[in-house]
């Protein structure tokens, strides 16, 4: 069973699987240690923001590889797992979709 922490209005705040020993003081706004977690925290969100952007990037060069691979027919598209098979064919028929609605698009701007 977990041992969970609430704040003052009851929310749960934290789980934990051993009971925790917590205590909490008031610190000034511009006290340094404060500040410096703020900042550690602030650089830990702004490196996860930017490994998730890095990882969005990959994915569509692996989805380009993986597409000249079968055209150039180094690898069959029915050799890879039907998993992947799956995947690559719903992100095909979104690319797919999405240059079908910019040409719509496109072509209502001449209209207004």
Do not use: H
Not at 54 to 65: G, H, M, P, Q, Y
């Amino acid at each position: 069973m977990p041992y969970v922490i609430k704040n003052s209005s009851g929310k749960i705040v934290g789980a934990f699987e051993d009971e925790q020993k917590i205590t909490s003081e008031w610190v000034e706004e511009e006290d340094k240690e404060l500040q410096s977690y703020k900042q550690e925290l602030k650089s830990q969100v702004q490196a996860k923001n930017e490994m998730q952007i890095s990882d969005l990037d990959l994915i569509r060069v692996l989805e380009d590889l993986t597409e000249l691979l079968i055209k150039k027919q180094v690898i069959a598209f029915t050799e890879l797992p039907i998993f992947a098979q799956q995947k690559l064919g719903t992100r095909q028929k979104m690319r797919t979709d999405m240059v079908s609605l910019k040409s719509l698009i496109n072509e209502d701007e001449g209209i207004f």
